[in-house]
C-alpha cells in the first residue's frame, strides 16, 4: 500500500463574499518534492497556503495533511500535525520585541518539555543550519539584513524538526547575491533533512533551481501540476506569459 501523500487537496473552493478565489481544485504533494506554487496577482496563491497550513478554512472541499483532516481531528492530534510543519513568512514575522536566541526558541519552549540547557543547544544547532552564529543570536531583528532576518525566520520555522516546509515569497525583497545564496542553503537543507517544501513565489529563478514540481493557479483554477519541465510547456496563455516574461527579466 502506497503511503499518503504529504499534502492533498480535494475540490477546495474558496469564496470572499461574492467573489471566488479558487474553484474546485485538487492537488496532491508527495513526500520529498519541492512544490512552487505559481499564479498572477490575486489568484490566491498566500491564501491556499494560509489553507494548508489551518489559518484560514476553504468553503468546500477538504486538506489532508500526512493522511489527516486537521479539520476532523482533535486537540492533540491537531497540535503534532502543526510540529511536523514549519513555515517561513514573506516579510519572516519575526517578534520584534524578543531576540534572536527567543524567536528560534519560541516553539522550542511552548512545548514545556524542554530545560533551558536544551533549548539553547538546540537555538545554537538551528544557528549554524542557515549559517549564522551563537553570538547572532543576541541580536535584535531590527539589527538584522534582509538576508539574516530570512535565515533566522528559516530556524525558526526547522526549529521542531519539521518534514514539510511552507514558505512564501521566501527571495521577496533580497539582492540577487542574497537571493542566490538563500536559495542556495535553502537547497541543501532541503536534501540533508529530507524536506518536503511547498513555496509561493514569482521569482524564476528560484523557482527553477529548487522545485521539482509546479502548480499553476489561473482563472480560479489549477490549470497545471507536475513535474517543472512538463508544466513549463503546458500550452495555456497564463503559463506562456508568465515563463516568458520572466525570462526576459533574466536577460
Known sequence: MSAAPIIELRGIST????????????????????LGLVGGSGSGKT?????????????????RLFGLDPGEAD????????????VLFQHGALFSALSVFDNIAFPLRELRC????????????????????????????????????????????????PELLLLDEPTAGLDPERSQNFVNLVGVLQQALDLTVVMVTHDLHTLTSLATHIAVLADQRLVACGPRQEVM??????????FAAKAGKLL
Open 15 to 34: 469564496r470572499f463574499g461574492t467573489q471566488f478565489i479558487h474553484r474546485d481544485i485538487d492537488m496532491r504533494v508527495e513526500a520529498g518534492q519541492v
Open 47 to 63: 491564501t491556499l497556503l494560509r489553507q494548508m497550513l489551518g489559518l484560514l478554512r476553504p468553503t468546500a472541499g477538504s486538506i
Open 75 to 86: 486537540l492533540l492530534i491537531r497540535q503534532t500535525l502543526r510540529r511536523r510543519l514549519g
Open 114 to 161: 524542554l530545560d533551558e540547557d536544551w533549548i539553547r543547544r538546540l537555538v545554537d544547532l538551528k544557528l549554524d543550519m542557515v549559517e549564522l552564529t551563537a553570538e547572532h543570536g543576541r541580536l535584535m531583528p531590527a539589527e538584522l539584513s534582509g538576508g539574516m532576518v530570512k535565515r533566522v525566520a528559516l530556524a525558526r520555522a526547522l526549529a521542531l524538526e
Open 233 to 242: 510547456a503546458v500550452d495555456h496563455p497564463f503559463i506562456r506569459g508568465f
